[in-house]
């Protein structure tokens, strides 16, 4: 059965202020939808939150009910993440084993994990230790990473997870190495990379001759917004990517959704929280404090991408030129490709 158009009616009583009250005492016909006295609730929460304070009645009522009536929870809200993780590890071993390359066994959830401190601590994480089938343990750390700033962050809750396992007085620094994961709703600059790209992995290593420092550490960033793939040929990781990004858009199971993830949309449907849940998850969904941290990444990776893209370009201007001279005067075209740097293919095509 549909459900009850709460957005409309509450519109439409707009101009009585007692009318929001009366919907307050009114029931849904559908008894998995929503109760008009929790979008009154709700719009009351967007009413006291000062980022909102430009936007009218109407938009904040529209907010409220594009939220709490979708069908899935936002996997890219923090709270909302941890909600469906910290209950099913099971779904959780899935997604640290498509992003790692490992093969993971069990996981354990380091202590002090729960959702309370998420509605009011965007960078709460998720922290829990991996067990391999080699008999290897490490400690992930899983984060929302939005602020500008997010690079020093990474760093920092890296080696905070490394010096929590020293205690004072231990003559041997022994410990789990670190693994980070950052889920990024935004793309940041890296040069020149392949646009397919999705996730860039970052280890310690010699300059020049690539030796491995070790293992005490590595970065993991996941950039949802690079994924421009859809349809059902999607490796695992853009498997992932397509359900962050698209998971509040779902009404039932899309065609082309692999059945590996049938079972977290089964338990991440916002009608399986209770009603703190349901308060928590939507105060979260509205606390966007970092939406101008949010824009300000994207428009930064806009400016260097293209600077990048334009001194790449140059670059390859330049080299093209060379190489007809080199032509000229009568080198090879293995020659002029070795002294260039470009192609065989690519100097055939100059002659």
């Keep these: 059965m549909e459900k009850w158009p709460i957005a409309k009616c509450l519109l439409q009583f707009l101009g009585d202020s007692s ?62 993440f941890q909600w469906v993780f910290l209950n099913n590890p ?10 790692l390359e490992e093969d993971i066994v069990s996981i354990s959830y380091l202590p002090n994990q729960g959702l309370a ?84 992995r970052y280890e310690f290593r010699e300059a020049e001759t690539q030796e491995l420092y070790g293992t005490q550490m590595r970065l993991y960033m996941l950039e949802l917004p690079r994924m421009k793939k859809a349809g059902a040929e999607l490796n695992k990781l853009e498997e992932w990517c397509y359900m962050f990004r698209n998971f509040p858009n779902f009404v039932g199971i899309p065609n082309e959704i692999n059945p590996r993830f049938h079972k977290l949309m089964d338990v991440a449907r916002i009608n399986n929280m209770n009603d703190e849940e349901r308060k928590s998850y939507f105060s979260s969904s509205i606390d966007d404090n970092e939406r101008e941290d949010i824009a300000k990444a994207n428009f930064d990776y806009g400016k260097e991408e293209g600077r990048a893209e334009g001194i790449a370009e140059g670059e390859a201007a330049k080299a093209k030129a060379i190489a007809k001279k080199l032509l000229a005067m009568g080198l090879s075209v293995e020659q002029v490709a070795e002294g260039t740097g470009l192609s065989v293919e690519e100097v055939k095509a100059l002659g």
């Design 19 to 80: 009318s929001l009250a009366h919907l307050a005492n009114m029931k849904t016909n559908d008894s998995k939808g929503i109760w008009p006295a929790e979008l009154v609730q709700y719009k009351e929460i967007i009413d006291a939150n000062p980022n909102y304070s430009s936007y009218t009645e109407e938009e904040k009522i529209l907010l409220a009910d594009r939220i709490m009536n979708s069908t899935y929870a936002d996997l890219t809200n923090n709270w909302a």
């Design 90 to 99: 099971e779904i959780l071993i899935m997604f640290l084993a498509d992003i």
């Design 117 to 200: 401190a998420t509605v009011n601590d965007k960078q709460a994480s998720l922290d829990v230790i991996c067990h391999t089938t080699d008999g290897r343990q490490f400690i992930v750390e899983m984060q929302h990473n939005r602020k500008s700033d997010f690079r020093n962050r990474i760093f920092f809750y890296g080696a905070s997870a490394i010096h929590r396992q020293v205690k004072a007085g231990d003559t041997k620094y022994d410990y789990d190495s670190v693994r980070i994961i950052a889920i990024q709703n935004f793309i940041t600059s890296h040069g020149v990379v392949p646009r397919d790209k999705i996730l860039f």
